[in-house]
């Protein structure tokens, strides 16, 4: 934390001097954004602030147990204006879903762990060397040397869990076990956090991931493998794209894949989304990169113009140059 003392010693300047906050994390919220904006805003409330959370799209159903969760605000536009707007995991607003612009706030805080990242705030807490953003919120509890309860560490813990792929994934740190314990020593039970999050499916996520297994596609290498998720199948299986986090590592659990891919059609017509994964040897990032996304080594994700044909097409065009397709 001391290599980062300076940039958290601004962050509680700026809290104290501050009286509204907006919070708000990358579109597709998942688990890490969730979790840490929940924390960060259950402790500025103790601290007689008043934060309000937004977000682009919908917060997945199955993080709503969490204290406060149900209070995220879902919206296009946000225009009223703030004392300090925290940025979680955002190389710029458009990640953000463009929801808030810069000057609507006196300060920015940017919090962030991602190997590409834009020092856009007031003050830049990015390390990408942490398991996740939860772990930087965590550093900003310890450095405040304010207690975390119970509801917060389950906040922490899910982005933590997730964004570590359940402490499987090479951004598992000896600090991300020690903070896993520090927040079960605060409360958190591992086992109510598996069954909330991975061991209860609804029905519809079932089917779309069924859906999706049809469309498994392996190269001729056997070291890629990829799905694909149509506009029409979400609405077979009556479902939505808040129900797709974790279909993609799917793709990886073929004996020798070392690249697996889920390739989405979006509600804008000719826009496909890619999610990456791959093993600690092969870096999707760079992958990711050169199409203008990003994200980590072993998980990534982009954006192409063009039909999901289209799409599959050029990424594996490029990945053949580091892989064997064929």
Avoid: W
């Amino acid at each position: 934390m001391t290599k980062h003392s300076e940039a958290l010693s601004q962050i509680k300047e700026i809290i104290q001097k501050s009286r509204t906050f907006f919070i708000a994390g990358h579109i597709k919220p998942d688990g890490d954004t969730v979790g840490s904006a929940l924390a960060l805003s259950s402790l500025l409330k103790r601290m007689g602030k008043k934060p309000e959370i937004y977000s682009r799209e919908t917060v997945p159903e199955y993080f709503s147990f969490l204290d406060g969760a149900k209070k995220i605000q879902v919206t296009d536009k946000v225009c009223k204006e703030y004392d300090c707007a925290i940025i979680l995991e955002c190389v710029n607003t458009e990640r953000m879903g463009d929801i808030i612009s810069f000057d609507q706030a006196s300060f920015i805080i940017n919090i962030d762990h991602h190997i590409h990242f834009n020092n856009f705030g007031t003050v830049n807490y990015v390390d990408p060397t942490a398991s996740s953003s939860a772990e930087l919120v965590y550093n900003i509890f310890k450095y405040f040397d304010i207690g975390i309860t119970e509801p917060e560490a389950e906040a922490l813990y899910i982005g933590l869990v997730t964004d570590t792929g359940k402490f499987q994934q090479t951004n598992t740190t000896s600090t991300a076990f020690e903070m896993a314990a520090d927040l079960v020593a605060a409360g958190v039970l591992p086992s109510k956090i598996y069954e909330k999050i991975y061991a209860c499916k609804t029905q519809s996520s079932l089917k779309l991931l069924g859906l999706a297994l049809n469309t498994l596609k392996v190269t001729p290498s056997g070291l890629v493998s990829y799905m694909e998720l149509k506009q029409s199948m979400y609405r077979r299986a009556q479902s939505n794209v808040t129900e797709t986090e974790e279909i993609v590592n799917y793709a990886m659990m073929i004996p020798g894949v070392i690249v697996g891919m889920l390739f989405r059609e979006t509600e804008t017509p000719g826009l496909a989304k890619i999610s990456f994964r791959s093993q600690s040897s092969f870096d999707v990032n760079k992958t990711a990169q050169h199409f203008g996304g990003g994200g980590h080594k072993n998980a990534a994700g982009c954006s192409i113009k063009g039909s999901l044909k289209q799409a599959e097409a050029a990424i594996l065009k490029h990945l053949s140059r580091n892989v064997r397709i064929k």
